[in-house]
């Protein structure tokens, strides 16, 4: 299977990037059913290299904006900070008037979520 996606992704797509890419899609079910259990729970913390961090905002939106980046990826769109900051100031500023999105949010938004752009 990783070799039919290595070479059906592209030619200058080599083999372990292929195994990486499979695995990271692999694991996002599980990473969603972990984010939707704290939502249901009322779990607004997160666990940042071994700190719990607050958010300002109700944890659904973090996992909302989370299926938003992984549907823009599974669709093959490429994303940017400035997108995922003008798609997060948006939803987020509904339940938090003064939420801005700053570089340093989406960092650790990033960090948060186990994400890269």
Not at 1 to 12: A, Q
Not at 58 to 81: C, G, M, T
Not at 95 to 104: E, L, M, T
């Amino acid at each position: 299977m990783i070799r039919d996606v290595s070479e059906s992704l592209n030619k200058n797509i080599n083999f372990e990037s292929a195994k990486n890419w499979v695995k990271k899609l692999k694991q996002i079910p599980e990473y969603l059913l972990e984010l939707e259990r704290k939502v249901s729970t009322g779990d607004n913390s997160k666990h940042v290299l071994d700190r719990e961090v607050r958010l300002s905002y109700p944890p659904e939106l973090e996992v909302e904006i989370v299926e938003w980046i992984l549907f823009e990826r599974q669709n093959e769109v490429p994303l940017n900070i400035n997108d995922v900051k003008e798609f997060a100031v948006e939803l987020i500023k509904t339940k938090c008037p003064k939420f801005k999105g700053s570089y340093n949010w989406i960092k650790k938004f990033l960090v948060r979520n186990n994400l890269s752009l």
